[in-house]
Every structure is written in C-alpha cells, then in structure tokens.
C-alpha cells in the first residue's frame, strides 16, 4: 500500500511559471524524500528534509515539511521544458529504514 | 547515470512462468532494495538485501524472492507469475544501511506477463 498521497496527480503549467506540488503521509517519519522519474525510467533523487526541519532548498527547488500535519510540499521555481516528470515523495518511517512512495505527480511544463 | 545496471531493459512472459531479474550495484554499495512499480503508480518495497542477507520485506507473497551475491549485485526471482505481476521492477543501491542514506536507482526492468 501507498503511504501517502500527492495532489494534484497531473500539473501543467508553461515555462517559467512555478510548480507546486503536495504530499500527505500517514504515520510518523524519519525523514521524507522527494524523487523526479522520466518516463517510467528510473528514480533520481532530488532532496531530503528530516523530521526536524521545517525548509530546505537545492537549487530551484524548495521543499516544505509540516510534521503536525503529516504533509510536505515541494515548489519548483522558473520550471523548465526539461522539468517535465512525475515526482513522487517517499518517506522513511521512524521503525524502518524502507522508503515509502506516494502516488506521484505528473508535471508537463510547455516551452 | 547512477551506476545501477539492471537486467533485462524489457521482458515478455507467460502466466505461470518464472522470471529472474538481475541488478548491479554501485561500486562500493552493500544494500540493495527492490521495488515493484505498477503503471500510474508509486513504488512499492518488496525486499531489501544488506551483505547477502534479507533485511526487511514488503507485502509480498513468497512468490517473490532474491539473492544478494559476494559483489553485491542482486537478484529477483519471481515464480508461478501472474498477470497483475506486470510492472516495472526497480533496484536501488545504498552504501550502508540506516535511515536518510540515500538510494540511486537503476532504469528498471519491464516486465510483461500475457
């Protein structure tokens, strides 16, 4: 089963606009992670924040956690053509050390 | 690239057969995990092997089982396949075991049942 759901399941914007995308999970975490997979392919690992942080930032991307509310959201600025991905956030449970995906976003941004 | 192969790219079979897939780990990683990933949905864990022994297992039948070798690559086996088996398979390889160590993946296997 999915630990968590991400809203919205599919985000279309144009190039330069920001993405925003948001992920809820059940149980208590260690840490949450955020992943980018191209087209069925692989997953690339874009970011993780720790149960005790609240924000973090790489890059163009910032990433949000809310730990009373069981949620955490990642913002990508000035989106790109090459953005274009599913995201998915995982968490590891405070018990284990085995990811958990959510259900994943799909982001198209258009040129 | 993160220096996770995995083995075969795409691969047909028939239900009731088994299939094995193969991963290579990153140089110097001894924990792999495998993930199964149905269309339009996230990965789920199935097992992780940390130095050839099992360490932890998703909600999989025993149907669904791995090696971890001496090099630390990996393999999945899975028997008696069936049609809701057809997914994309991932690996992924650590360098050591614990909570926040990230993971790098490989491309993934297809796999087709019929």
């Known amino acids: 089963s999915q630990q968590g759901e991400e809203d919205p399941q599919a985000l279309s914007i144009q190039e330069g606009e920001n993405a925003t995308m948001n992920c809820s999970y059940k149980t208590s975490i260690n840490n949450l992670q955020w992943y980018r997979q191209n087209s069925g392919r692989g997953l690339v690992h874009l970011i993780l924040?720790?149960?005790?942080?609240r924000e973090k930032h790489s890059g163009r991307l910032r990433v949000t956690l809310d730990t009373s509310k069981k949620s955490s959201s990642l913002l990508i600025t000035a989106s790109r053509a090459a953005d274009t991905a599913s995201y998915f956030c995982?968490?590891?449970?405070?018990?284990?050390?085995?990811?958990?995906f959510g259900t994943g976003t799909r982001l198209q941004v258009f040129p | 690239e993160t220096g996770v192969t995995q083995s075969p790219t795409h691969l047909i079979k028939t239900r009731g057969q088994q299939v094995t897939l193969r991963c290579s780990s990153q140089s110097g990683h001894n924990t792999v995990s495998w993930y199964q990933q149905a269309l339009g949905q996230g990965p789920q864990f199935i097992f992780q092997y940390y130095r050839e022994e099992e360490n932890g297992r998703g909600n999989f039948p025993p149907r669904f089982s791995g090696l971890q070798f001496p090099n630390y690559s990996s393999e999945l086996n899975v028997n008696a396949l069936e049609l809701d088996d057809s997914a994309l398979y991932l690996c992924?390889?650590?360098?050591?075991?614990?909570?926040?160590?990230?993971?790098?993946f490989g491309q993934g296997t297809r796999l087709t049942v019929v």
């Open positions: 992924a390889s650590s360098p050591r075991l614990g909570q926040g160590v990230e993971a790098f």
């Open positions: 924040i720790r149960s005790n942080e």
């Open positions: 995982a968490t590891e449970p405070y018990n284990t050390d085995k990811l958990i």
